[in-house]
């Protein structure tokens, strides 16, 4: 979670000092420590923020260009480094942000077990129906679109057990629980939305100068009150990834530079369009970046 690279540049060290100096507690040690504090989603939250900005950071001072970006996006918690590189956000104002977001979310999975889980192989409309299977046995929807067979349902634990109960005669051969905090995308989160509006509205968010591509509607929105809207419509809303990333290509981008602590979005993009040119910043070896 950043380490290497803040190992490796000055600058990356910076931005792990500032984010801490912002949250009142050292970030890296609770990131880089043996225990499991990194897994909890408040500290996850801020922590791949950091380092993604870490790494953005990094390929600027190697040449990365922020006028000559089309346009951003992220996913779920992405979208905040996205409106921090679109000049929307602070860094700071970011970084406070997102650990709010995530100790919200993490007390709305206290105050309703409830879990996430991977449909193998399915389409939008057979997750859509396994979810109104759910429904049944509590709160479940479609929390997660992010590419074709990729997709995540949301819900209390009694929901999710009719989901895979439900999933062969449904067509879809197999599930996966994720290990998550809880029902993140669902009305399960409605207290934590809540929550972030009422921070959101203590914050200056500024227009940004390139569209960002919003999880909530995969549409760019350049109004200051209508980001802080759909950020807090976030939480609960379903992420649609692959219909941003669609909107992307058909707005003529044929190039992709993924920084963060992984690769997950470049795999994404492998199955929503194999001839998308991508490219993963996620260890300092990648550093060969600055022509896409």
Excluded at 12 to 17: C, D, G, H, I, Q
Excluded at 78 to 90: D, I, K, P, R, V
């Amino acid at each position: 979670m950043g380490r290497d690279w803040c190992e490796a540049f000055p600058i990356a060290r910076e931005t792990f000092a500032s984010a801490s100096r912002a949250l009142g507690f050292s970030l890296e040690q609770a990131c880089w420590s043996s225990g499991e504090a990194v897994n909890r989603t408040d500290i996850a939250q801020p922590g791949i923020l950091v380092t993604s900005v870490a790494i953005v950071r990094v390929l600027e001072q190697r040449g990365l260009e922020r006028f000559a970006t089309p346009l951003t996006a992220g996913l779920s918690l992405g979208e905040y480094t996205a409106l921090w590189w679109a000049g929307a956000l602070e860094f700071e104002d970011a970084v406070r942000l997102v650990r709010l977001r995530g100790e919200a979310m993490q007390r709305a999975s206290e105050l309703r077990p409830s879990g996430m889980c991977s449909l193998m192989g399915a389409t939008r409309e057979q997750a859509q129906a396994l979810a109104a299977v759910g429904a049944q046995r509590g709160i479940c929807s479609v929390a997660n679109l992010n590419a074709p067979g990729q997709v995540i349902v949301s819900g209390e634990f009694a929901a999710l057990d009719a989901v895979e109960a439900a999933a062969k005669e449904h067509g879809v051969r197999r599930t996966k629980r994720l290990v998550v905090a809880g029902a993140f995308h669902s009305e399960c989160m409605r207290p934590a939305a809540e929550e972030l509006a009422a921070a959101l509205a203590q914050v200056e968010v500024r227009s940004p100068r390139m569209p960002v591509l919003s999880n909530v509607d995969a549409a760019s929105v350049s109004d200051p009150a209508a980001i802080k809207q759909r950020l807090a419509q976030q939480v609960c809303a379903p992420v649609l990834w692959e219909e941003s990333m669609r909107r992307a290509l058909a707005s003529g981008v044929t190039r992709f530079l993924e920084p963060g602590p992984g690769r997950v979005l470049a795999g994404l993009m492998g199955k929503i369009d194999e001839a998308a040119i991508v490219r993963a910043a996620a260890v300092p070896s990648d550093l060969d970046l600055t022509s896409v």
